[in-house]
């Protein structure tokens, strides 16, 4: 985990996501989502705000790209120059119609945007590359931020300046009051309230049902593929939902019937809401599925062992590509990572060029590269037969006995490569003849 700030997925149904960050200092921020139904005459007030806010946006943005091109100094009122000052022009005029909050608030979001992205081309900011900020433009997600004396929760609404009480469904209350609500309308044409709270305290681990005694100590070695979404190595294979894959036909067609229809017709837009509905319920059910799965895996386990899947790398592969992304792999990982640290499991993440399908589970002795059609192979030296993915699986979790770095919640860094010796005094020799089981 960076020392900063990482943004981890915690909780997902239709209508919540919590996000929790957590800090060096060990103070976690959690984030509530909740779906929010806006009357139709509240529409209109939203809808202003969110323009505005994202009109603000790109003067200011614009402001700062001039700068940079004309190599001058940033502009140094520049709240002034966009909101006061504009609100005086002919042009403008109509953004002292909305909450002054929310126009203050989207400054602030373009000034964080623009910092962290000189930060990490100066390279002060560590972590992934941060790319310059966008122009939003209106056919795209929206959202609109409220400080704490702009709005106030009720147990069943929420009141926001200038907009008034919104109706709310709070599928569980807030720990502690929020310090900021953001207002989304995702492109689907839903809305939701997003809140940001300090969590004192860390939920209590949930209780581990004692549906298997494994001798290791409740571990799980993770192998993940395509056929099946993962196999465990406890033996259970968990099945593939291909969402994507399933929904793919009325997608084309979607996508056919927006093709046709003319630019900037009342019908484009509805078709194009259609197609956004679609992917909304594929991510909706994709999300619904790892949340289940992680969650599982991480209540029944102490000990979590998974590979480290160059993921971005992966997708590249043209055939392949359309089922990882459906797979959704990389959420899987995230969202693994930040329940073990939720709730203080050990989760190894295993270097990706360790031979994980080669090693005998068994006799720990290194077996031959194996084509991917052979689904089960016999081990030479103590004759036990493996199910390729099984046996896998519980390679992973042996990972850190044959030497592996663990990567537990406190000491996140770089995998450390395996040396293969480590594992087996074979030499590599035997390869030809053990490829034939
Ligand atoms: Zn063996």
Known sequence: MSASSVICLLHFRPSMVVYVLYHADQVMKARYNYRIYPKYHQLQPLAKAMGCGRVVWND?????????IEKTDRPKNISSVVITQAKKTEARKWLSEVSSVVLQQSLRDLQTAWNNYFDSKKGKRKGKEVGKPKFKKKSSRQAIRFAL?????????????????????????????????????????????????????????????????????????????????CILSTGEKVENPRLHKKMLKRIKKANRKLAKAK??????????????????????QRTDFLHKLTTRLVRENQTLAVEDLNVAGLIKNRKLSRAISDAGWAKFKALLEAKCDKYGKDLIIVDRYYPSTQICSFCGKLGGKKELDVREWTCLYCNTVHDRDICAATNLLKYKDAGGQSESQNGRGASVSLPVAAVCDETSTNYEQFSLF
């Open 263 to 284: 630019k900037d017709s009342k019908r484009r837009e509805r078709r194009k809401r259609k197609l956004a509905k679609l992917h909304a319920k594929v991510k909706d």
């Open 149 to 229: 004396n702009a709005f106030t929760v009720h147990s069943e609404s929420v009141k926001l300046a200038k907009i008034g009480h919104v109706k709310m469904v709070v599928s569980r209350p807030l720990p502690s009051s929020p310090s900021s609500v953001t207002i989304i309308k995702d492109c689907a044409g839903r809305y939701f309230a997003s809140f940001v709270v300090e969590v004192s305290q860390l939920i209590p681990p949930p209780s581990v049902p004692p549906n298997r005694g494994d001798a290791e100590g409740r571990g799980v070695g993770i192998d993940l593929g395509l056929t099946h979404f």
């Open 60 to 68: 200011a943005l614009w402001l700062y790209k001039k700068a940079e």
